[in-house]
Every structure is written in structure tokens, then in C-alpha cells.
């Protein structure tokens, strides 16, 4: 996951509101079975399952509930990788303080002789300040960062299920857009 820290994948509500729309007017042309042939283009994994659920022809409200599961189990895995970032802010300083004592020890042994006291503990704690510094400038912003794209996928997630709700229920396509909408942040 730390790769999306620097490409974002995110999705684009607006666009996936258009990709919405154009399946709603779809099915309302060709039914509901028009949709078959985005099934195979769609390269969202999750969208596809949707599209899917729909061309075979569930009820809405079963394939609302098995997105939304589908959604609910992935947003708790991202979440376990968040944690583990997450961890390591808590672990670093804790680590970084155990450099240092290790670091005041080996200048202890060397307390005979007096020149090597200053830079012997200079850099003992050196330590402390990596350990502080890699929490809060790396793990903790990494997680922070992490816990916002997921929360930002499940959230397109969820603009997706309604979607797709909304044609198997055969629902009017600027109602479906308007309706999409309201996931978009303003």
C-alpha cells in the first residue's frame, strides 16, 4: 500500500458518476443484459462484480448487500495495513530511545577517558532524535495519508453500490446523476 502514498488510486467520483449514467441509459435501451459487454472492459475489479450482479439479473437490494459486504471486507484489510504503519510511529521513538541508552552504555565503558565523553553521548542520542523524527515525519503521516485514500475509496465505493442499485431498480438516468452527486464533495 505504500505505493499509493505517491500514486493515488483514488478514484475520480465524476467519472465513475459519467461510467453511472452511460450503463443506466444502457440498460434502458438495451435491457439490462446491453451491459454484458462492459463487463469484460471494466478494469475495476469491484466494479466489474457489480456489473456483473446486475446483468445477471438480482434484485437490488441482494446486490446492494453483497457490495456491500465485498466493500466492508475490504475497507478492514486496507485498515490492517494502516495499522501496521500505524505501529510503527508508536514503535520508532520507543526504538530510537533504546539506541540511545545502548549508545550512554558503550560510553560508560569509556568513562577513563574524558575526550570521548562529549561525542560518545552526542551521538548516543542521535538515536532518539531518528527514532522521534522517522514517527512523525514517515509512519505516522504514511498512516494518516493511508487512512484518508481508503476512506476516499470506500466512499466511491459506496457512490458505486447506489449506482448500480439504482439501474437494477430501472430508475430514470438524470435521477440516478442526481442522486450520484451527493457523494461528490462540494
Request: net charge negative; aromatic share 6%; hydrophobic share 45%.
Amino acid at each position: 500500500m505504500i505505493r499509493w502514498c505517491f500514486v493515488s488510486p483514488a478514484a475520480d467520483p465524476e467519472r465513475g458518476i459519467s461510467k453511472l449514467v452511460n450503463w443506466s441509459l444502457r440498460a434502458r435501451k438495451a435491457g439490462l443484459l446491453g451491459l454484458e459487454d462492459y463487463i469484460d472492459q471494466e478494469k475495476n475489479h469491484f466494479e466489474q462484480k457489480g456489473l456483473t450482479l446486475l446483468v445477471d439479473g438480482g434484485e437490488p437490494e441482494k446486490i446492494r448487500d453483497t457490495l456491500l459486504i465485498d466493500l466492508e471486507v475490504g475497507e478492514r484489510e486496507a485498515l490492517k495495513s494502516v495499522k501496521f504503519y500505524e505501529a510503527l510511529g508508536g514503535y520508532a521513538p520507543t526504538m530510537g530511545i533504546v539506541g540511545a541508552v545502548l549508545g550512554l552504555i558503550q560510553v560508560m565503558g569509556n568513562l577513563s577517558d574524558p575526550s570521548q565523553l562529549g561525542s560518545g553521548i552526542a551521538t548516543a542520542f542521535v538515536a532518539t532524535i531518528y527514532g522521534v523524527a522517522s514517527a512523525n515525519l514517515l509512519f505516522l503521516p504514511l498512516a494518516s495519508k493511508l487512512t484518508s485514500i481508503v476512506a476516499s475509496q470506500s466512499l466511491y465505493r459506496e457512490m458505486i453500490i447506489e449506482g448500480i442499485a439504482l439501474i437494477a431498480e430501472g430508475e430514470n438516468p438524470k435521477v440516478i446523476e442526481s442522486r450520484l452527486l451527493s457523494f461528490v464533495p462540494r
